[in-house]
T-cell receptor, first 110, second 108 residues
Framework: DAMVIQNPRYQVTQFGKPVTLSCSQT?????MYWYQQKSSQAPKLLFH???????NEADTPDNFQSRRPNTSFCFLDIRSPGLGDAAMYLC?????????FGPGTRLTVL | GQNIDQPTEMTATEGAIVQINCTYQ??????LFWYQQHAGEAPTFLSY????GLEEKGRFSSFLSRSKGYSYLLLKELQMKDSASYLC?????????FGKGNQVVVIP
């Protein structure tokens, strides 16, 4: 089945220790997104790739970086996680209008 | 900017009908989505409205009025598995923005 996959599903890191979250897709969609969602809040767009073009949201902290080495994969790097970065991180893809989400990675920062 | 309002929580009985409302303000409107999100899981696409009117898909229907900046999601024949958060999301100027979601609790 075509799908969006995120690994790991649960990630625990220490304050200040870099962490990378991964997303892959078999849908061959040209757009990939990273969202941050905290409890009882709306998903917040961090950035997205339109093909290879990177689009950063104005209020995304520099602590968050992303890489898209090819169409299928996209990575979220958090360089120095703080306690406030604990959240669910959602990857989504789209070709036209509708975005399809992966299962998310829940990040815990100790 | 974009502004999306949804009520925060509602409780309904199994087998009943529930209507979840969403009001929005945006420029360059290009569509409204409803997503279902179970606790700890990713949002799942339910519906997409870009023209005024009602779209029906099984037990779920979604309505849009662009002039009023208003949409609702109608859930019929509620089942226990429908207990979830329902997120309204709007595309404006090619940017998708989500509401905080409406938590629906289905009770027997």
């Amino acid at each position: 089945d075509a799908m969006v996959i995120q690994n790991p599903r649960y990630q625990v890191t220490q304050f200040g220790k870099p962490v990378t979250l991964s997303c892959s897709q078999t849908l061959n969609h040209n757009v990939m997104y990273w969202y941050q969602q905290k409890s009882s809040q709306a998903p917040k767009l961090l950035f997205h790739y339109y093909d290879k073009d990177f689009n950063n949201e104005a209020d995304t902290p520099d602590n968050f970086q992303s890489r898209r080495p090819n169409t299928s994969f996209c990575f979220l790097d958090i360089r120095s996680p703080g306690l406030g970065d604990a959240a669910m991180y959602l990857c989504a893809t789209s070709r036209e209008v509708v975005q399809f989400f992966g299962p998310g990675t829940r990040l815990t920062v100790l | 900017g974009q502004n999306i309002d949804q009520p925060t929580e509602m409780t309904a009985t199994e087998g009943a009908i529930v209507q979840i409302n969403c009001t929005y303000q945006t420029s360059g409107f290009n569509g409204l989505f409803w997503y279902q999100q179970h606790a700890g899981e990713a949002p799942t696409f339910l519906s997409y409205n870009v023209l005024d009117g009602l779209e029906e898909k099984g037990r779920f229907s979604s309505f849009l009025s662009r002039s009023k900046g208003y949409s609702y999601l109608l859930l019929k024949e509620l089942q226990m598995k429908d207990s979830a958060s329902y997120l309204c999301a709007v595309i404006g100027n090619n940017r998708l923005a989500f509401g905080k979601g409406n938590q629906v609790v289905v009770i027997p």
